[in-house]
């Protein structure tokens, strides 16, 4: 299997580059590979021939969307606009990164792939209407949402975590913000199996269950051995530019339809700082 991984110097990407099992796989970022650019893109992926485009570039700062929504546009939904285009044309099938932050929370069940999307942010609209178009664009497609995401990397809340512990001696984390941390490493592994598979669709790929941003950071600190370290008081909010939702729980459904489960958070996050090494 030939595969095409957009936003391959990101998390999730770098993640893919590593772990995928094929014949050989293409890293397309800026500034040598940029999906905003049609012609180039289209000669790119008619060079190389994918058998699957894994598209995990996208505006990934919540509030710079807010800044700057035409370019969080130009990105999230003209660049995914683009891929899709460009997969199609060489007969790839596409796998679509999205997000919990398409829904908006107010939902007390777990939110299933069927459930209607409600944005609240620019960045959660654009996501939604990058995955709309791949839908439109490609039959052949999976939409795979995610949530809060990390790997060993340095631009994360687990590093922003750890920074925090090395500079201050408390820091105030909301319980205001519940969602499921969720490891890179578990979600490639998820989609080097999903790609097998002729099961297009949208999935729920998260980590399973869910925690506070204040409880993430809480187990951070002790697996890091860093508790006594930094101090984590409770906040209510934090004053943001994005509306971003409260509290979503993405449930996975047509994932474990076909074998494909999450671990829950707490072992994945374990498992990063055996894989990392920084405990
Ligand atoms: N991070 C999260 O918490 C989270 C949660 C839910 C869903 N997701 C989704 O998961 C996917 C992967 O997220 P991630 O955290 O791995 O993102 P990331 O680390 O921000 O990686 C995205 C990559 O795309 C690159 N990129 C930017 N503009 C590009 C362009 N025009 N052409 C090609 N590449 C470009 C970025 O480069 P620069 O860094 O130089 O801009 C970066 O290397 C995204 O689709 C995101 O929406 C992320």
Same mark, same amino acid.
């Given at each position: 299997?030939?595969?095409?991984?957009?936003?391959?110097?990101?998390?999730?990407?770098? $993640?893919?580059?590593?772990? =995928?099992?094929?014949?050989?796989?293409?890293?397309? *970022?800026?500034?040598?590979?940029?999906?905003?650019?049609?012609?180039?893109? *289209?000669?790119?992926?008619?060079?190389?021939?994918?058998?699957?485009?894994?598209?995990?570039?996208?505006?990934?700062?919540?509030?710079?969307?807010?800044?700057?929504?035409?370019? &969080?546009?130009?990105?999230?939904?003209?660049?995914?606009?683009?891929?899709?285009?460009?997969?199609?044309?060489?007969? &790839?099938?596409?796998?679509?990164?999205? $997000? %919990?932050?398409?829904?908006?929370?107010?939902?007390?069940?777990?939110?299933?792939?069927? %459930?209607?999307?409600? #944005?609240?942010?620019?960045?959660?609209?654009?996501?939604?209407?990058?995955? /709309?178009?791949?839908?439109?664009?490609?039959?052949?497609?999976?939409?795979?949402?995610?949530?809060?995401?990390?790997?060993?990397? #340095?631009?994360?809340?687990?590093? $922003?975590?750890? !920074?925090?512990?090395?500079?201050? %001696?408390?820091?105030?984390?909301?319980?205001?913000?519940?969602?499921?941390? $969720?490891?890179?490493? %578990?979600?490639?592994?998820?989609? *080097?199996?999903?790609?097998?598979?002729?099961?297009?669709?949208?999935?729920?790929?998260?980590?399973?269950?869910?925690?506070?941003?204040?409880?993430?950071?809480? +187990?951070?600190?002790? =697996? &890091?051995?860093?508790? *006594?370290? =930094?101090? =984590? +008081?409770?906040?209510?909010?934090? #004053? !943001?530019?994005?509306?971003? #939702?409260?509290?979503?729980?993405?449930?996975?459904?047509?994932? &474990? /339809?076909?074998?494909?489960?999450?671990?829950?958070?707490?072992?994945?996050?374990?498992?990063?700082?055996?894989?990392?090494?920084?405990?």
């Amino acid at each position: 299997m030939r595969i095409a991984v957009t936003g391959s110097k990101g998390q999730l990407g770098r $993640t893919l580059l590593r772990q =995928l099992q094929a014949e050989e796989v293409l890293g397309l *970022d800026i500034p040598e590979h940029d999906i905003t650019d049609l012609m180039a893109l *289209d000669a790119t992926l008619a060079r190389f021939r994918p058998n699957v485009v894994i598209h995990c570039a996208a505006m990934t700062d919540v509030d710079g969307c807010e800044r700057d929504p035409d370019a &969080a546009y130009r990105l999230n939904v003209l660049g995914s606009r683009n891929v899709a285009v460009c997969a199609e044309r060489v007969g &790839a099938a596409i796998v679509a990164i999205s $997000t %919990d932050y398409v829904f908006d929370g107010s939902q007390s069940e777990p939110y299933r792939e069927t %459930d209607e999307a409600h #944005p609240l942010s620019i960045y959660g609209r654009t996501k939604w209407l990058g995955e /709309e178009t791949v839908r439109h664009l490609c039959p052949r497609h999976y939409i795979v949402r995610v949530a809060w995401l990390y790997d060993a990397g #340095p631009r994360n809340f687990i590093a $922003t975590v750890l !920074r925090l512990a090395d500079q201050r %001696d408390h820091v105030q984390m909301v319980t205001d913000e519940i969602g499921s941390p $969720t490891y890179a490493h %578990d979600v490639a592994l998820a989609l *080097d199996q999903l790609i097998r598979l002729p099961a297009y669709g949208t999935y729920h790929l998260p980590n399973a269950g869910i925690c506070s941003r204040y409880e993430w950071a809480a +187990e951070i600190l002790r =697996l &890091a051995g860093r508790s *006594d370290d =930094l101090r =984590l +008081e409770p906040s209510e909010h934090y #004053p !943001r530019l994005a509306r971003v #939702p409260k509290r979503v729980e993405m449930r996975n459904v047509n994932g &474990a /339809e076909i074998g494909i489960t999450m671990r829950p958070w707490q072992e994945a996050l374990a498992a990063r700082f055996r894989d990392a090494g920084d405990a």
